[in-house]
Each structure stands twice: as C-alpha cells, then as structure tokens.
C-alpha cells in the first residue's frame, strides 16, 4: 500500500513541471491488453486443519484487459471510466503448517475512474502521460483448492468479495500519422486492491467436514498494457480544393490586408515580418488611404492580462516598421486584441503559430 501511495505522490507531484500538454479534446475511446504480474497477497485461513499464522498465495503470470472512455479538456487534462479484467493461475499456498499442494484461479474485474495529463516532449510521434485513479474490484478464487499429501486434509474455496482499489499509471502514446485521432499506447499500471476480503469455502480434515475461511491481504498487481486510443473530435486534414476553370481576370488590385506572425511570446519583427509590412506600406501608396489599422493579437498559452499587453506591443512593433517605411503616422490606428479572436480556434493553453499575428487593414 505504501509503494502504492508513492506512486500516486510522484504522479500529482510531477504535473506542475511537466512540458507543455499535447491537447485532447472532447470525448475519446481506447482498449488494451498485456500482462499481469502479481504480487503474491497474505491469506489468514480460519478453519480446522489449518493452524494460526499466515500463508502467502502464490500467483503466476496472468493477462489483463481493459476498456475506457474518456474526455479530453485541451490542455492536457483528461477523465476516463476504466472497467477492467484479470486473471492469473494459483500455484501454491506458501506458508501451510504441512506440505500441501494447492491450484485454481484468480478472477479480478471492475471499474475506476481515471485522471490523467499529456505532455508534449517536442517530438511528433511520441506523448507520455501520468495519472492516478480509484474505484472498485471484485476478485474471485474459482477455485482454490489445497490438498496434503495421502488426501488427509483437503480444503476447496469458490468465492468472490470486493474491494476499494487506487493505481498509478505511467505511459505514452504513439499517434498514428495517416489517421488522425488514433494513437497506440503502451504504459505501466500499479493497482492496489486493499485487502480485508473474506472468501468462504470448506474444509476436509481427518474425514471430518467443516466450513472455511480466508481473508485476503492487499493484492499488488503490476500490469504492462499495450493498446489503442481513438479520439472522436481529432481535426481531420482539410480537403484539396477543386481547380477552378481557367477564365481570364483583370490584374489584381493591391491586397488591403496583411498577417504578420510572431514567435511565441515575442513581439520584435523577423525579417519576414518586415517584407510583409514593406509590401504593405507600398501598396498604401497605390490606393487611396484614410486609414490603416493595425491589430495585435496572441495565442492562449499565457494570461489573459499578459497576452493583452504582449498583443499592443506587437502592434506597436508593426506600426513603427510602417512609419519607417513611409507610412504617415496619422493614419496608423493601433488596438491589440489579446487572446480573443482566434484565427484557430484552440482551447486554453495552447501555442498556437497562426494566432500569434497583427494584422494591418488598408481602409
């Protein structure tokens, strides 16, 4: 239990100085399928035959599955119902008074509620991600059976109880580029299933019958899963447009609206920037002006107070470029907009490269 908790700390704790999340939004779907390792649980037997103390119960590899459905909140952050299943053959009970030799299975089903945060790492193709969870389990030993040598004692339990269980999980994700939403996912899963489950069963002892009890321990199971995530409202690449027929068009008017792009929190030119704002200021010559506007405008990645003023510098970086281009000063109006009208719409926190822009407006 206390591994357990550890595992939970380190995941709430890393969230703070995790790299920038790579977004989900809306509503997702995954499955998954791997390995269970159990960690063998404490068994306290009550029934005659069996002597004080506590035994150990010995598991081996088993499989696990699992199904989800979650929502993503586009920063990050997303919420999934897990419902789950594992099963993992019985060796032996370690720890009996006398030699015995026991088999069965362990059934282990049930439902949690996951929380977990993407990280974007600034590689394209792989997304790790944290999380903790909580719910529910029911484990079942269907059955356990436990005989000493020469048949003299024999004890049989075919049960089922349930639990309060936690996990920690630690993993990533590898989007699949051709189709957008879909991703495949490996990760690593410490559930606690918090013991204080009492099976029941019988006990043959001597020719004499009788009932039987266990009570179960904490049951550890380390899982490795591999899957497959499937986001509902992925953006999906835009359709080519259709070639218009050719038709003969006069020579194009001098455009009255330009974008100049900025880096991410920065409001000095590139020079790619300054051609675009010379362009413009030279196709002002060609019509007639009464005003030029100049609109400041940032992505949500930062607050809303900062973006407002990071928005009026940016403008004002643009204006000053006109006016040594030759722009008069007098017709410049200068207005930053903040994270507000979005040329992409995004949720909070998001660098996004097309809406960290000014636009000049020729009127």
């Not at 330009?258 to 704002?277: C, G, H, M, N, Q």
Request: neutral net charge; charged residues 15%; contains cysteine.
């Amino acid at each position: 239990m206390r591994f357990c908790n550890a595992i939970i700390a380190t995941t709430v704790l890393a969230t703070p100085v995790a790299a920038m999340a790579q977004p989900i939004s809306g509503l997702y779907v995954g499955a998954g399928s791997g390995l269970e390792i159990p960690q063998d649980p404490i068994l306290t037997p009550y029934g005659p035959g069996y002597g004080t103390g506590h035994a150990k119960l010995n598991e081996g590899f088993g499989f696990n599955s699992n199904l989800a459905v979650g929502y993503g909140m586009g920063n990050g952050f997303r919420f999934e119902i897990e419902g789950d299943f594992m099963r993992a053959e019985d060796r032996s009970v370690l720890g009996t008074p006398f030699p015995t030799a026991s088999s069965g299975v362990t059934r282990t089903w049930g439902v949690m509620g996951n929380a977990l945060y993407d990280m974007d790492v600034g590689l394209p193709w792989i997304y790790p991600y944290i999380g903790a969870g909580a719910g529910y389990q029911w484990t079942a030993l269907n059955p356990l059976n436990t005989v000493a040598p020469g048949g003299a004692f024999s004890s049989s339990t075919t049960s089922q109880s349930g639990a309060f269980a936690v996990q920690g999980i630690v993993g990533a994700s590898f989007p699949i580029p051709r189709v957008p939403g879909l991703s495949l996912t490996a990760d690593y899963r410490l559930m606690d299933i918090l013991g204080g489950e009492n099976y029941y069963g019988a006990v043959q002892n001597g020719g004499v019958g009788s009932a039987s009890r266990l009570k179960m321990g904490n049951q550890l199971d380390h899982n490795l899963v591999f899957g497959i995530r499937y986001a509902l409202n992925a953006p999906r690449p835009a359709a080519p447009p259709m070639a218009p027929a050719p038709v003969a068009v006069p020579a194009p008017a001098p455009a009255r609206s330009y974008l100049v792009f900025f880096d991410w929190d920065k409001a000095d030119l590139t020079e790619r920037a300054r051609s675009i704002v010379k362009e413009a200021a030279d196709n002002s010559t060609r019509v007639q002006v009464t005003r030029i506007e100049v609109n400041g405008y940032t992505d949500t990645s930062g607050k809303p107070s900062y973006n407002q003023e990071l928005s009026v510098r940016r403008a004002q970086a643009v204006a000053s470029e006109l006016v040594r281009d030759g722009v008069p000063k007098s017709v410049i109006g200068i207005q930053g907009f903040g994270d507000t009208h979005l040329l992409v719409s995004t949720g909070p926190g998001v660098r996004e490269p097309q809406n960290r822009r000014v636009e000049i407006v020729i009127h």
